[in-house]
């Protein structure tokens, strides 16, 4: 059984960071492109990071551009998303996904956790 699980998210101030972690049992997260996104109240999901399983393509967000990292650690089989300079327009609720297609195929993201919220005080 597939199982992702997010943690790190929190209350943090505006212009702090925080490292989102999701960590994945019944799949190797190697193996697929994964992605991070979020989605806030009232508004859609969107994607915010996405990795690449064949080339190592690394895409972000126009938004967290410069001050966001995607970064992995095969061995625990998790990956991160480390977000610096946190914004009032960042609180939602973050999750991480595989995907059965490519990175960019945001339709065929099909396993995902549970989701971390993070609230930035404006």
């Known amino acids: 059984q597939v199982q992702l699980v997010e943690s790190g998210g929190g209350l943090v101030q505006p212009g702090g960071s925080l490292r989102l972690s999701c960590a994945a049992s019944?799949?190797?997260?190697?193996?697929?492109?994964i992605g991070w996104f979020r989605q806030a109240p009232g508004k859609e999901r969107e994607a915010i990071s996405c990795?690449?399983?064949?080339?190592?393509?690394?895409y972000y967000a126009d938004f967290l551009k410069g001050r966001s990292l995607f970064s992995r650690d095969n061995v625990k089989n998790t990956v991160y998303l480390q977000m610096n300079s946190l914004k009032p327009e960042d609180p939602a609720t973050y999750y991480c996904?595989?995907?059965?297609?490519?990175?960019?195929?945001?339709?065929?993201?099909?396993?995902w956790g549970q989701g971390t919220r993070v609230t930035v005080p404006s």
């Open positions: 990795i690449s399983s064949s080339t190592g393509i690394l």
């Open positions: 996904a595989t995907c059965a297609g490519e990175w960019h195929d945001y339709p065929l993201y099909d396993n």
């Open positions: 019944g799949v190797t997260l190697d193996d697929y492109p």
